[in-house]
């Protein structure tokens, strides 16, 4: 599938995650974010100083800014729900190089381990310059090797596939759902670039995951790593971040395995929070805290309000 049908929504939404950055005005006559939202949800994730997620907290434990100011929380959940993850791996050439494609499919084993069988709903795609889809959304089950007849090849869209694979998980039902991307991290075809992409996912409230797997000389713990700019400069960081999701960089399996660990369990334990949204079309900038300063919530970074 071409990466193509999303540019003009892409196009208003690239700078959705600069500071400062305010949203233009709409062409006239697209509706794409015209119809009102009467309220906004957001899936946020709490972690103590030492990385520990925290449960059992109420909506009096967080706050809620929408563009500098404070919001009421008006619904909010905090239940073990059954997840929805779609496995992202890359397929491009860049994949050849070393052991990075068997080191892939050992971190999607790894994520698989961790679903439930028969509750847990699991998708596989694959992509280089065009997104397939090898498993269309079903049950998870305890068989694993789901990308073994992947061969790498070809151009990196890494960024575009993202952005399309995000507005397809928004589009399950339920609410503990993301993308997990398998890259090696470098990216040579997206028309889109990190900015943009994530400007899509949050906009949605689809966190994305990036397990990136790297050589032992390529990790940014080691010693006189040469991690490509792409992941060393933060670009990848920013994108995952930004949509409430992270990057895990890993050089050896224990590293995928904890990654994986990880990730499930976030989903896993995601408070749902809603709002009635700000008043003004556009895109607003949101922060989700706790009130207590020692902890640390991850959510996305804004969404857009339209107009009746």
């Known amino acids: ?22 949203a233009p005005q709409s062409p006239a006559g697209r509706a794409t974010f015209r119809s009102r939202i009467d309220r906004v949800t957001v899936s946020a994730v709490v972690r103590d100083h030492k990385g ?44 050849r190089v070393a052991s990075k494609m068997e080191e892939a499919r050992q ?7 961790w679903l439930q069988p028969g509750k847990d709903e699991i998708g596989l795609f694959s992509f280089d310059r065009e997104l397939l889809e090898l498993q269309g959304f079903a049950k998870a ?4 090797g789901g990308f073994d007849e992947v061969e790498p090849f070809g151009l990196t869209s890494l ?21 997990v991307v398998l890259t090696d991290g470098v990216d040579t075809s997206s028309r889109l670039t990190p900015a943009e992409v994530s400007g ?6 689809v966190p994305v995951y990036i397990v990136a797997v790297v050589s032992p000389l390529d990790d940014p713990r080691s010693p006189g790593a040469v991690l490509s700019k ?7 960081v920013d994108l995952a971040q930004w949509t409430g999701g992270e990057l895990f960089v890993t ?48 959510a996305r970074s804004g969404y857009f309000a339209g107009s009746s």
């Open 1 to 22: 599938m071409r990466f193509d049908w999303w540019l003009p929504l892409a196009a208003v939404l690239w700078a959705s995650t600069s500071p400062g950055w305010q």
């Open 52 to 95: 520990r997620i925290v449960p059992n907290l109420s909506p009096v434990d967080f706050e809620v800014i929408d563009a500098g100011r404070p919001r009421e929380i008006t619904d909010f959940r905090s239940d073990e729900a059954p997840i929805t993850v779609a496995l992202l791996l890359d397929a491009s050439g860049s994949m």
């Open 107 to 113: 971190a999607a084993d790894h994520v698989l381990a």
């Open 141 to 144: 089950s305890s068989q694993r």
């Open 159 to 179: 960024h575009d596939a993202i952005a399309e694979m995000a507005r397809r998980v928004a589009a399950r039902r339920g609410s503990h759902r993301a993308v």
């Open 200 to 205: 899509v996912a949050s906009a949605i409230d």
């Open 230 to 236: 792409s992941t060393a400069g933060g670009s990848l």
């Open 251 to 298: 050089s050896m399996p224990s590293q995928t395995s904890i990654a994986a660990r990880k990730i499930v369990d976030e989903l896993r334990h995601q408070y749902l929070l809603a709002f009635e949204p700000g008043g003004n079309p556009g895109w607003h900038p949101l922060e989700v805290r706790a009130r207590d300063k020692r902890l640390t919530v991850r």
